[in-house]
């Protein structure tokens, strides 16, 4: 055990310690390695490291030649990498329209991303309000959960969207969730159809949201934005339609910085 300096203790699991040592074997001027440089490098026996390197090559963290038998690094580690990219440049690019819209509305303005088929809040701006929305960054959620999952879930293919309902069913967070699926598939073609959601104490209580899809390049939706608003705030009719107006301003903004062109 060894103290962080958070002053929380941290629990060493060996066999992961060792297998993250063998990744950290490889660098830019070490890309490929053999089974015997590794054992050098990390004074594990030859044994442990066969065993291990076999493990993380079957799961694609490394890939080994076949003719010079030596080993890289995999492609599974350019997939998580990318998502981290991704995710960075993202909350780079939507740093300051985020920040611009809470100051116009005083919402809480949250920004989430569908990664490993869950919902991850990747950036957040507090409400001024009373009511503190539950969500913070890093927080994960079923991919259908709220006004983000939905807009995140009506970017993908029909077949996609019940592979993922078929995962992790559809369930009721309030008593205004939608729990059925045709429902919820209908719920899903009307947000394609006018390019946001208006979301009303479906995931939480008292609260609605209003949020749309960020874009980036490829045209595809990358991210979901949305504001959070106590109930009370709903009936202003005229104010509502602003509100609707701002966030999608926000999500062509962000996805223009992120190299979207909308023709």
Not at 166 to 185: C, E, G, K, M, Y
Request: aromatic share 8%; with cysteine; hydrophobic share 40%.
């Amino acid at each position: 055990m060894k103290p962080s300096t958070a002053h929380k203790t941290v629990y060493k699991v060996q066999v992961l310690e060792r297998a993250l040592d063998i990744l950290e074997c490889f660098s830019f001027q070490n890309r490929e390695l053999r089974l015997t440089d590794v054992v050098n490098r990390t004074g594990l026996n030859k044994t442990t490291v066969k065993r291990l390197i076999a493990n993380l090559t079957a799961r694609g963290y490394l890939q080994r030649d076949p003719q010079s038998k030596m080993y890289q690094l995999g492609i599974r580690l350019f997939e998580m990498g990318g998502i981290v990219f991704s995710s960075f440049s993202l909350r780079q690019a939507a740093a300051y329209p985020m920040t611009q819209l809470q100051n116009k509305t005083g919402a809480t303005v949250l920004l989430g991303i569908r990664m490993e088929e869950q919902l991850v809040y990747i950036d957040k701006r507090e409400g001024k309000g009373m009511i503190r929305i539950s969500s913070d960054i890093g927080w994960r959620r079923p991919l259908h959960y709220g006004m983000l999952g939905m807009i995140l879930l009506a970017g993908l293919d029909a077949k996609d969207v019940r592979r993922i309902l078929r995962q992790t069913p559809l369930q009721a967070h309030t008593p205004f969730s939608i729990t059925d699926q045709d429902a919820f598939s209908l719920r899903l073609e009307k947000i394609r159809a006018q390019g946001y959601i208006l979301e009303k104490e479906e995931a939480v209580e008292g609260v609605f949201g209003i949020a749309a899809p960020i874009r980036d390049y490829s045209r595809q939706v990358v991210a979901a934005l949305g504001i959070a608003l106590p109930l009370s705030s709903h009936n202003r009719a005229k104010g509502l339609d602003h509100l609707v107006e701002w966030v999608k301003k926000t999500c062509e903004t962000i996805s223009s910085d992120l190299g979207y062109l909308k023709i």
